[in-house]
């Protein structure tokens, strides 16, 4: 499966951005997404995953209560939903995928997927 993830920018702080990660080649219903950042100098770090039926959501403290994660199978496609972002949200954003036949599964670890999306670039600024 090849993910594409788009939808960043630069925003101010307090702002909401919407990433999309499209998927294409496979069916998209068989995989848990997750999302992680990466900010200069610092590890990739996870942001939120989603089960492969949308069924379950999972966020780390850092984002909890900001961000949400959904998708539409439908569409192919995972979204991260990003409300009140701050300087410190400043990363590029990747989307990962891994099938899985466990819905609710998912991991905050990054060698656990299997397919990563480009990226894309989200900058606040203060």
């Known amino acids: 499966v090849q993910l594409q993830a788009s939808g960043g920018g630069l925003v101010q702080a307090g702002s909401s951005l919407r990433l999309s990660c499209v998927a294409s080649?496979?069916?998209?219903?068989?995989?848990?997404v997750g999302w992680f950042r990466q900010a200069p100098g610092k590890e990739r770090e996870f942001v939120g995953g989603i089960s492969f039926s949308g069924i379950s959501t999972y966020y780390p403290d850092s984002v909890k209560g900001r961000f949400t994660i959904s998708r539409d199978n439908a569409k192919n496609t995972v979204y991260l939903q990003m409300n009140r972002l701050k300087p410190e949200d400043t990363a590029r954003y990747y989307c990962?995928?891994?099938?899985?036949?466990?819905?609710?599964?998912?991991?905050?670890?990054?060698?656990?997927?299997?397919?990563w999306g480009q990226g894309t670039q989200v900058t606040v600024s203060s």
């Open positions: 080649g496979r069916t998209f219903s068989t995989y848990a």
């Open positions: 990962a995928a891994r099938q899985t036949k466990i819905d609710r599964w998912y991991s905050e670890q990054e060698n656990d997927y299997d397919y």
